[in-house]
C-alpha cells in the first residue's frame, strides 16, 4: 500500500509540473511574468516527515570536508589492519592470533563485515532518497532495496565463511577447482554484482566525485581477489594476505565514499544549488530509402554527358572583309528584284525599234551611270525619227 501510494504521489507531481522543492514555485508564472525567468523542474520533492532526508541531513557526512575526513578515517583504519597483521609475528600470542590472517574471526574480518552492513544500511538510505523522485514513474528506486538486502547478506555470509564452505563442496562434487576453489564464489559475486548493482550504477554515474571513487572501489575489491587466488607477481606473492585484507577493506571504504558523495548530490540537486543533469537528444536517423525505389534509381538510364565546343575565333583580313561586304550587296539586289512585282504580259506583242533594249537588258551587276548630253540629244533625234516614220 505505501509503494502503491508513493507512485500516486509522484504521478500527481509529474501532472502539475509546477511543484518544486518546497512544493511552491520559486516565482510567479504567467503572461505577466515575462522578465522572470522560468522556473527548472527539480527531480526531488521530499515530504516534510521524509526519514531518509531527516539521516541525510543530520547524521551523514555529506559536506565537502567532513566527507572527505570519514574516507581518510576509513583508509587509516584499513591501513593499521594491515599494519597489525604484518607485524603480527613480534606481538603477544593472544593479540597476534586475534589480528593476524583474514578469517571472519580475526580484526580484519569483523571490520570487513562490518563495512558490508554499512553498505546495506546507505543503500537503504539512498532507497528513501530515490523514492522521493519525481520522473521516476517505473520504480527503479526500488534497486536500491534490493542492494540493500543483498549486502546484508553478504557481510552475514562473509561473517559465517559461507562463501569458502560453499566453493569447498562444489569443488567436491565437480572434481573441478578453480583458482583453489575461490573461483565458485567469485564467479557467483561477479553475476549477482552485474545484475544487482546495474541500476544503482546509472544513478551513481551522474555524480562525477561518486563515479571515480566507486571505480576505486572496484580496483580494490580486485586487487584483493588476487590476493585470494595468489596471483601476484613474485616479489610479492609472500604478502598475499596482506594484499587480499587490504585491498577488501580500502575498497569498501571507497565504496562507502561514493554512496556518501551520491547522497551529497541529491541533497545539493534538492536544495537548487545544482541542477539536474541535462540528456543529450539522440541524432535522429535519416529515413533508409525503400527496396523498390533503390531499385527505379539504379534502372534508370544515367543522363548522357553534355560537352560544350568551343570555337576559335578567326581573325579576318581586309581583302576577305572586302569580299564579304560585296557578296552581301549582290543578295540584297537579288532579294529585291525577287520582292519588286512584275508587271503581266499583254497577249499582243509589241513592235520596237531596239532603241529600249540597252536598258531592258541593262546588267544590273554592272555599276550604272549618268547619260550624257550629247547621249541624250542623240537618243531624241532617234525617237523623233521613229514617230515621223510611223
Known sequence: MAAGGRDDRRRRMLNDGTRNAGGVADGPTGPDSADTPPVKKRRFAPDAASPSFAVARGVLPTKGASLAG????????????????????????????????SSPASIGGWFAGALLLALGGMCGVIYGLRSNRTDDVRGRYRW????????????????????????????????????????????????????????????????????????LAVVGVIVSWCGATGA????VS???????????????VLGLGAQLAYVRRVLLETDG?????????????????????????????SPAPTTVKFERPTVQSDS????????????????RRKSAPTPAASSESRWTD??????????????????????RKRLRKQKANGRYAA
Open 320 to 335: 576577305e572583309a572586302d569580299e564579304e561586304e560585296t557578296d552581301s550587296r549582290s543578295a540584297r539586289r537579288a532579294a
Open 238 to 252: 609472500e604478502h598475499a594476505g596482506l594484499f587480499e585484507i587490504g585491498g577488501l577493506l580500502c575498497g569498501l
Open 232 to 235: 601476484l607477481p613474485a616479489g
Open 354 to 375: 531596239g532603241s529600249e533594249g540597252d536598258a531592258e537588258y541593262e546588267d544590273d551587276d554592272a555599276p550604272r551611270r549618268k547619260l550624257s548630253k550629247a547621249e
Open 70 to 101: 570519514a574516507i581518510a578515517l576509513g583508509l587509516a583504519a584499513s591501513g593499521g589492519v594491515v599494519a597489525a597483521q604484518y607485524f603480527h609475528a613480534s606481538l603477544p600470542t593472544a593479540l597476534a592470533s586475534m589480528i593476524g590472517g
Open 273 to 301: 544549488v545544482i541542477n539536474a543533469p541535462v540528456k543529450k537528444p539522440k541524432p535522429v536517423k535519416a529515413a533508409k530509402p525503400r527496396a523498390d525505389e533503390v531499385k527505379k534509381e539504379k534502372s534508370a538510364p
Open 144 to 215: 536500491w532495496a534490493v542492494a540493500a538486502c543483498a549486502a546484508v547478506t553478504l557481510s552475514a555470509a562473509y561473517s559465517v565463511g559461507l562463501g569458502s564452505a560453499l566453493a569447498q563442496q562444489l569443488s567436491t562434487l565437480t572434481g573441478f577447482a578453480p583458482l583453489g576453489g575461490a573461483g565458485w564464489w567469485m564467479t557467483g559475486l561477479v553475476i549477482a554484482a552485474g545484475v544487482i548493482s546495474f541500476r544503482p550504477a546509472a544513478d551513481v554515474v551522474e555524480s562525477p566525485l561518486s563515479l571515480s571513487l566507486a571505480v
